[in-house]
């Protein structure tokens, strides 16, 4: 079973930081494209960052210089480095991937999701 399994999610005051990993399993053959994404309830989901398979980013404006975003190709895990958080990065916190099962074979992968609370 191919699957995302995310960890790091929890509670911390404003300003502080937090690391979110996701990391994938399964018979895989690789990953292109890796992200995170976040969602409100009652609101839809949105981008918070992604990084292709060569390690370029891509960072929603509300989160540049705050954020980053790097992956370990051989440990098919991505990580999302979240400094100087406020109360309005609170939400569920979701990996996504690209993920290639074999040639000509592809999935789109979601985790289950983990909870980033920024609270004093």
């Known amino acids: 079973q191919v699957q995302l399994v995310e960890s790091g999610g929890g509670l911390v005051q404003p300003g502080g930081s937090l690391r979110l990993s996701c990391a994938a399993s399964?018979?895989?053959?690789?990953?292109?494209?890796m992200g995170w994404y976040r969602q409100a309830p009652g609101k839809q989901r949105e981008l918070v960052a992604t990084?292709?398979?060569?390690?370029?980013?891509n960072y929603a404006d509300s989160v540049k210089g705050r954020f980053t975003i790097s992956r370990d190709i051989a440990k098919n895990t991505v990580y999302l480095q979240m400094n100087s958080l406020k109360p309005e990065d609170t939400d569920d916190y979701y990996c996504?991937?690209?993920?290639?099962?074999?040639?000509?074979?592809?999935?789109?992968?979601w985790g289950q999701g983990t909870l980033v609370t920024v609270s004093s």
């Open positions: 996504n991937a690209a993920v290639v099962l074999s040639l000509g074979r592809y999935l789109d992968l």
């Open positions: 399964g018979s895989i053959l690789s990953i292109d494209a």
């Open positions: 990084i292709t398979r060569g390690g370029s980013p």
